[in-house]
């Protein structure tokens, strides 16, 4: 079974020593801390492109430490209790033996982690360091200090520590904006308790993201071999320049290296510590919609010609959008001028903004583009829509319009069956048909179809009318409430 599985170890070994160097400068950031930023691209390689990298990883093996991390954790209890069982209890006449607690456990944990200014300062995983209550920094020449968290943020996987120390070794930054797939980069660890495993690869792709493994995923793929241990660590380019923060693989059943690893860019790495050391925390932009991948099932729905895009299927009552007058069915294909291509990318386009800065969408509202300002508030998961699981699956209903799916309205007791909200309406999907072409297209028992190519539905007779009406078409657009969320399903009709 494949998974992705973050490089953080959690066994007794050391971890990374990565690479860094070439011709650096200080500067001093909008925070005052100095960090390195590369100011020159020493020709390391590039007069002779098969001479080693033994300079270059000799430079930067002192900017890369090693982290050890541990917190305590409760040990839930193994089994069915026998104390509990009424056969044992009558043998102790109501006194009950003493029951043994959970207990504690420390619980260790190793990765890595990036030296980027001379007097401390530290870039790592936060999933090294997550809920720690005792960090230790171990640097390249064995010296071991105790590190303070500054901050963390846990949906980009970033936390900075401080030591101190100084007078350290520290990688300066590269552009990660600059990297490219087909680029040589080199990663140095201590993957299974192997000390300064050096290893070479490309970058295999940019901008990965969709994977489930962050909230916000931005990823350098890379085949240079990432195995357990080497989360935090660094990712370099042939001049010594950070380019990337080592954080996760796709595995096998082995959970070791298949050539396929993930890394945070620098940039985004050097901005989420920025705004650390500046106020405590990251803090993102937020709108208030649900996006959804533009199919081009869904453009020709919509007929929205451009081949970019993200559809909203949902917005958020006093949200930023609601406020601005977007509403369900829209298509943003731009923000500030630079076009959309998908939900990752909208996503990360909008929490790259502060609160409180307004940005201008290019919208298209039945095939008319519009010009919408939003004034952006502060993103926290809990406003984000999400989909839950919902109550017990109503039975009954009657054969709708629509091949093999059977639907019933909604009421006051299936609102409350189906943990609805006052006030929702349409008809809920009580049978489908495997082989139907709805359920093909993911519709499931349980649904809520709340339009049907763009006409509001409030009872079963209105349902079947707009099917009916739109039977002509390729296909028929539902509106489609799934817990919390509603997204658009295009079923074909032939």
Wanted: proline share 5%; charged share 20%.
């Amino acid at each position: 079974m494949k998974g992705h599985i973050r490089t953080s170890s959690v066994v007794l070994v050391a971890v990374i020593a990565l690479l860094a160097g070439a011709l650096i400068a200080t500067m001093t950031g909008t925070h005052g801390i100095p960090v390195f930023v590369s100011t020159a691209h020493a020709a390391a390689i590039d007069q002779a492109p098969f001479q080693s990298f033994a300079p270059v990883v000799k430079r930067t093996m002192p900017a890369v430490v090693n982290i050890s991390s541990s917190k305590m954790v409760k040990q839930q209890q193994q089994g069915p209790n026998m104390f509990d069982d009424p056969f044992f209890r009558q043998f102790f006449g109501g006194r009950m033996p003493q029951q043994q607690r959970p207990r504690s456990e420390r619980e260790t944990s190793l990765g890595s982690g990036v030296v980027v200014s001379p007097d401390g300062y530290i870039l790592t995983n936060n999933h090294v360091v997550d809920g720690a209550t005792d960090v230790k920094v171990s640097f390249y020449d064995k010296s071991e200090y105790p590190a303070k968290i500054v901050g963390t943020d846990k949906y980009a996987d970033i936390a900075v520590l401080k030591v101190n120390r100084s007078g350290l070794t520290a990688l300066p930054f590269g552009d990660s904006s600059k990297a490219q797939p087909g680029d040589v980069v080199l990663a140095m660890g201590e993957p299974f308790g192997l000390r300064g495993t050096v290893t070479m690869g490309i970058i295999s792709a940019t901008g990965r993201g969709g994977l489930g493994i962050e909230r916000f995923e931005d990823f350098i793929q890379t085949d240079a071999a990432i195995n357990q241990g080497n989360s935090g660590g660094a990712l370099v380019d042939t001049h010594g320049d950070l380019i990337g923060i080592n954080t996760a693989i796709l595995s096998g059943e082995t959970g070791g290296n298949q050539g396929i690893g993930f890394a945070i860019p620098a940039n985004l790495a050097r901005n989420e510590m920025d705004q650390i050391m500046k106020h405590g925390k990251v803090t993102r932009g937020y709108m208030g919609i649900l996006p959804q991948e533009l199919t081009p099932e869904l453009a020709k729905q919509f007929n929205v010609p451009n081949d970019h895009g993200v559809a909203i299927a949902q917005v958020e009552p006093n949200s930023p959008a609601e406020h601005a007058g977007l509403k369900v069915g829209d298509v943003i294909t731009a923000i500030n001028g630079n076009n959309i291509q998908d939900v990752n990318e909208f996503r990360l386009q909008v929490a790259g903004f502060a609160p409180g800065t307004t940005i201008h969408l290019k919208v298209d509202r039945n095939g008319q583009n519009q010009d919408v300002a939003v004034t952006l508030g502060e993103f926290n998961l809990e406003a984000e829509a999400n989909g839950r699981p919902q109550g017990n699956m109503p039975s009954g209903g009657e054969k709708g319009a629509l091949q093999g799916v059977t639907v019933q309205a909604l009421n006051s007791d299936l609102r409350r069956e189906l943990q609805l909200p006052e006030g929702t309406t349409g008809v809920v999907i009580t049978d489908l048909s495997d082989d139907s072409p709805a359920a093909q297209a993911g519709l499931q028992q349980g649904d809520v179809i709340v339009q049907v190519n763009h006409r509001a539905v409030n009872s079963v007779a209105d349902f079947n009318q707009a099917v009916r009406q739109g039977a002509s078409r390729d296909s028929t657009l539902l509106l489609v409430k799934r817990g919390e969320g509603t997204q658009f399903v295009v079923v074909p009709n032939k």
